[in-house]
């Protein structure tokens, strides 16, 4: 074999693994998830843990979210007052 013959399967072959490389870089990147969709999925995770802290504030009036008589609920009795709560349990964006 010639030189440049041996020359040149050596660049094709170190294109080609260039190229693997870069398509398992971006199947990878395909299934990763975004960090948004992980944010959100925190998010959520978090919703009932901050909204059982919320019902169980005592600086919290009743008058503005409770507890339903069962506990096994909770309703909301006046919704300006709590959406003024909201940003102290609650990053809003």
Not at 7 to 26: C, F, G, I, P, T
Request: hydrophobic fraction near 25%.
């Amino acid at each position: 074999m010639k030189h440049e013959e041996r020359e040149e399967e050596y660049e094709d072959n170190k294109k080609s693994e260039l190229d693997d490389r870069e398509e398992v870089r971006e199947r990878e990147t395909k299934m990763a998830p975004s960090t948004n969709d992980f944010t959100e999925d925190i998010s959520r995770a978090l919703f009932p843990s901050k909204l059982y802290l919320m019902l169980e504030d005592p600086h919290l009036k009743p008058s503005v979210i409770s507890w339903s008589e069962n506990g096994l609920s909770w309703k909301v009795h006046n919704q300006e007052e709590l959406e003024k709560e909201l940003p102290r349990y609650f990053k809003h964006r």
